[in-house]
């Protein structure tokens, strides 16, 4: 019975510690908050994105190497039909 009370000890210090550690990065979260904040923003319009020159940088949304899958393919080292195999990871 005496493991069992020396395990719930060190459950209670590991709780006590994760919590002392979420309050201080919360407390840098706060000072960090609290220092943006002392930064003048008048007359500062707000931006949608961060565009300078006034161009969309944005390239458009199109695929560009969807009809090389089988070139692409043969430099998998293992694969299933038309999926890369990899190892399990966990």
Known sequence: MQGFFVIMDTYQYAKRACVEKKGLI????????????????????????????????????????????????KSAPVACGEYYRVPRSI
């Open 26 to 73: 919360m407390d840098r979260i706060i000072e960090y908050f609290n220092k943006i904040s002392e930064v003048d923003t008048d007359g500062v319009e707000p931006m949608v994105q961060p565009v300078f020159d006034g161009a969309n940088k944005l390239r458009d949304d199109v695929v560009t190497n969807g009809e090389r899958r089988e070139e692409l393919m």
